[in-house]
Every structure is written in C-alpha cells, then in structure tokens.
C-alpha cells in the first residue's frame, strides 16, 4: 500500500521538480539580464566621459538602457517574464540599494569646502526643503481646488511636497568637476543636497504620520515631531560614528594580520546605524548619512593605510552599482507603463510647481544669507542660478514615492509615484543633459569664472586655520540691523564650531592632534575629494 502511494506521488514530485527547474532557469535569465546592462551603462558612462560627451550623462545612459529593454520587451510581448525577472521589492530597495548610496554621499564629503560653507549649507538645506515643500504642496493642493490637477487632501499634497523635494543633483556634480566648477559653488550644491535628503525623509515621515493619526490640527505638533524625527535619526547616526571613531582609535586593528577585521568592522557599522534607528522608530536613512559625515572626519583616519584604501573603494563600488541599478529599474519601468497616467496634468503642472518650489528655496535663502555677507563675501547671482538649476530628483525621491504607494489609498500613490518617476526622467534628461552648456552661459566655470578669485582672496585674508570664508567682518556696517547683527553671529558660530572640533573633537576622537592639517590625511584635491562618485561612467579619477 505504501509502495503504491509512492509510486502515485512521484508524478507529482517530478512536476514540482520540473517547476523548481523553470523558476531557477528564470531568475538566472534575469539575473544575467541585470548584469548585461549594469555593464552596458558603465562601459557607456566611460565612453561618455573619455570622449567629454555631456549631453548624455551616465545617471541618463542607465535610464535609457532600461527604457530600451522594457521597450523590446513590449515589442516582442514577454512583458510578463521581465516584470518576473524585474520584481522589485520595496524593502529590498530601502534595505540594501539606498544605504550604501546615503552612506557615501557622507563618507566622500570634504571637511574644509563643506564646513567653509556650512551655514549656506544648512540654510538651504533646511529651511529651503522646508520653504520648497510647503510651496510643492500648497500649490498643488491650490491646483486641486482649481480643477486643474487631480484634487489630493492637504496632508498627501504636503507628503509629496516633502518627497520631491529631495535633490540629486549626482549629473550636474560630475559635470561640475570635468569643467572646473568653483570648489564653493561644488560645495554649496553637493552639501545641499546630502542634507536635504535627510530634511526631506524627516518631513514625509511627518507627514505621513500626522494622516494616519488625523493630528495635524496644531501646527507647532508637527514642527516639533519633524524636529523630534530628525534630531532624534541624526544623534542616532553621529553617536554610533563616534563609538567607532574609538574603537578603532583603542582597539589597535591596524596591524598587518588583523587588516581583513579592521575593514570588516568598519563597514559594518554603516548598517549598524541604519538598523538602529529603524529600530527605535527612526528614520535610518537620515542616521546612515550622518554617520558617514562623523566615519570619514574621524574614524577613517584611525585606520590602516590598507583599510582607508579599501574602504573607500569598496563603497565607491556599492553606491556607483547601487546608483546605476536604481536608474536601469527606473528606466524599463517607465517603459513597461506600469504607471498611471490618467492624470497627466497632474504631472504637468507637479513639474512647474517644483521648478516654482526650488526658485523660492534658493533665491529666499540667499537673500537671507547675503544679508549677514560682506559685499565682497556674498554668493553672486550665477551661482543662485546654478543652485536653481541643479534641483535634479533621482533615488531618494524615488523611494519615498514607493513608499508613498503603500502608504497612500488606491490612485493617490500611484499617482504621486507616476508624477516622481516622470519628474526624475525629465530632470536627469533634460536638465542633466543641457548642464555643461548652462555652466558656460553663466560664466561660472573654468577660467571664465570671475567669481572664484573673490573667494580665494576672502579665504587668504582671514589667515586662520579653519578655512572659514567671511569671517572678518566690517563692525561698521554690520550695526545697521539687528536682524543682520543676529545673522552674523550665527554665522560666526560656525568658527567657534570649527575651534571645537579642532581644540577638542578631534584629540579625543582621532590619533592625530588638533593642530594637525586636514591635508595630511586627505591627498585628494577637494573637487575631487567632495565627487559623489556613484554614477556608472565614473571611472576615472580627474584631478
């Protein structure tokens, strides 16, 4: 009896089986696929750049390969086996694509550039995403009420004000440096843009909460949960940097045979910190990002030379694939129209909103800090527009808008996510691609930028350490306003933070001693020091 069941059952054992082996030979046709074109956008974003070819950018060579292969796929009707092969998983792409992109947009900041600039920095990226995403929001929550956009309630407008207001600006940057662009101008758009990413999670995150718990009737709650959102993912990220800065300051990994540990520790800690403030109900993204900033200012030099080698290749590596993967998925699902494209004006007019938005955020914020610069001191007019034409969206507008489809009801987030996806194309095109020729047009490249010598002549005048710009001020002019006053000293606290980090932080935290220059552990010229090397043509090392 039993031998006669056996027999019966082995039919289906050799089906399952059968299937087993048609689902292996799938995913390996897909997995093969995904490979061939990581390698086709790299070998292209390196011809691109040999042959100095900027209307094509690498960041839009992956989307236009993935647009090309979910194209043929269309064409020759296996739709279906490539949306199979192309399953991307929301947690897949928080988990294991988007870290390792945050973490060396920190981990490749340069101390020097970014802090001369800092208090620009923070003001654009704080206050400006704050000023861009309320503006987003407003206006296509006014545009609703006009019939002119497909109507949202006021706290999903806000949601997607606050997730497209995440720049990416990873093909100006590139381009930036093959030109020569200013190294504050660099500066100004690479660090906005690393911290805006945390504002921006921070305030979706808000966002969202105060809809799934109705209590966004008093405004000061939500400033102080955003506050307490960001605040909280940000000591997360910094205190697990500055663990590891002693340990490996104590620890004494650096000999020859404990190489291999010493790298594997750092490079768990990125992760440590991401699922740590996940944990606690914090935002990992904004946690990861700060503890790249806090590894490479201190922790990175307690390394080995073997080790800093390494390490800094290895997440050049992660992000560069990670960045390009993201591109190609972006691409071939555009092209598999998996969108919803119902409400095309709302997509219309969600692009002129934000190029509204970002107008608002850089022209605002440098009319607030040119009110605390000495005339000689003040960013110029070209370079506010290139801040403006920089506003590029790319990953991590993408993820909130995939996160925006679970988090929002049936049509809201898909089509939130159709206007993302249709924006992060549009700007990586159009914006990307016509880059080198707005750089020129406003003479803020190369030798034509007149604007450079002004920096360089207020650096060297201030003769201390901390490469601060603008800190001698004319005592005479700057009683005219309180308000301007109030500016200056807040300015002026960025040095007292400098005298901290170099008088104490940096002893405790580090082997070398406050006095030594950041130039000894950091070789690399600062365009190319601060390159967020994750596009898939960078392959190079331009000096």
Same mark, same amino acid.
């Given at each position: ?48 750049? $040999? $042959? ?31 949306? $199979? ?20 947009? #920190? ?9 001369? %600039? ?19 929001? !407003? ?117 020859? %045979? ?25 935002? #990992? ?23 800093? $080698? ?44 934000? !190029?509204?938005?970002?107008?608002? %955020? ?48 049936? #049509? ?16 990586? !095109?159009?914006?990307? #691609? ?25 650096? %060297? ?83």
């Amino acid at each position: 009896m039993e031998t006669g069941v056996a027999v019966a059952a082995a039919p289906h054992v050799a089906s399952a089986t059968g299937s087993g082996t048609v689902e292996e030979q799938a995913a390996g046709v897909g997995i093969l696929l995904q490979i061939s074109m990581l390698v086709l956008s790299f070998v292209l974003g390196h011809i691109l750049r $040999r $042959r100095k070819f900027y209307y094509i950018p690498e960041a839009s060579g992956s989307l236009l390969i993935g647009m090309i292969v979910g194209g043929l796929a269309n064409i020759s009707n296996t739709q279906k086996s490539i949306r $199979r092969w192309f399953n991307f998983r929301e947690d897949f792409f928080l988990l294991f694509l988007l870290p390792p992109i945050i973490f060396q947009s #920190g981990f490749s900041l340069a101390p020097k550039p970014f802090f001369s %600039n800092f208090d620009a920095i923070i003001t654009f990226a704080i206050l400006g995403t704050f000023i861009a995403s309320i503006v987003t929001g !407003l206006l296509v929550y006014l545009g609703g009420l006009l019939y002119i956009v497909y109507r949202l309630p006021l706290v999903e407008c806000m949601m997607f004000g606050a997730l497209v207001s995440a720049t990416d600006p990873v093909t100006v940057l590139s381009i930036f440096q093959e030109l020569g662009t200013d190294t504050n101008l660099y500066a100004l758009v690479f660090g906005e843009s690393v911290l805006n990413d945390a504002v921006a999670i921070s305030l979706y995150r808000t966002m969202a909460s105060i809809r799934t718990h109705h209590s966004g009737k008093n405004f000061f709650l939500v400033i102080l949960r955003f506050l307490e959102n960001f605040v909280g993912s940000m000591s997360s990220g910094i205190g697990v940097g500055l663990i590891s800065a002693l340990l490996f300051k104590y620890a004494a990994l650096g000999v020859e %045979n404990l190489h291999n540990l010493e790298s594997c520790l750092f490079v768990l800690f990125p992760y440590f910190s991401y699922m740590l403030a996940e944990g606690i109900g914090l935002s #990992g993204i904004v946690s990861i990002l700060f503890t790249g900033i806090v590894m490479k200012r201190y922790t990175f030099s307690n390394l080995s030379d073997d080790s800093q $080698r390494f390490t800094a290749r290895f997440f050049h590596l992660l992000s560069s694939l990670a960045e390009a993967f993201v591109f190609i998925y972006m691409g071939v699902d555009i092209a598999m129209e998996r969108q919803s494209w119902s409400h095309i004006g709302f997509i219309f007019f969600s692009i002129i909103f934000i !190029l509204l938005a970002r107008a608002a %955020n850089v022209f605002s914020c440098a009319y607030i800090l040119n009110l605390a610069r000495p005339p000689h001191c003040q960013i110029p007019r070209q370079y506010q527009q290139a801040l403006w034409y920089s506003g590029l969206r790319g990953a991590m507008a993408f993820a909130l808008a995939l996160q925006s489809v679970h988090d929002l009801p049936d #049509g809201h987030g898909e089509t939130i996510f159709t206007a993302t996806t249709s924006i992060v194309v549009l700007t990586v !095109l159009l914006i990307g #691609g016509s880059t080198g020729t707005m750089l020129e047009a406003l003479q803020v490249v190369g030798d034509s930028n007149r604007y450079r010598q002004l920096y360089e002549l207020q650096e %060297n005048s201030n003769g201390n350490d901390t490469g601060y710009m603008g800190q001698n001020y004319d005592e005479g002019a700057s009683t005219s306003s309180k308000f301007r006053s109030k500016l200056r000293d807040l300015r002026r606290s960025t040095s007292s933070f400098a005298l901290l980090d170099k008088n104490y932080l940096t002893p405790i935290f580090t082997l070398r001693n406050g006095d030594c220059d950041d130039d000894t552990t950091e070789s690399q010229s600062p365009n190319e020091e601060l390159t967020v090397s994750r596009g898939p043509g960078d392959l190079e090392v331009h000096d």
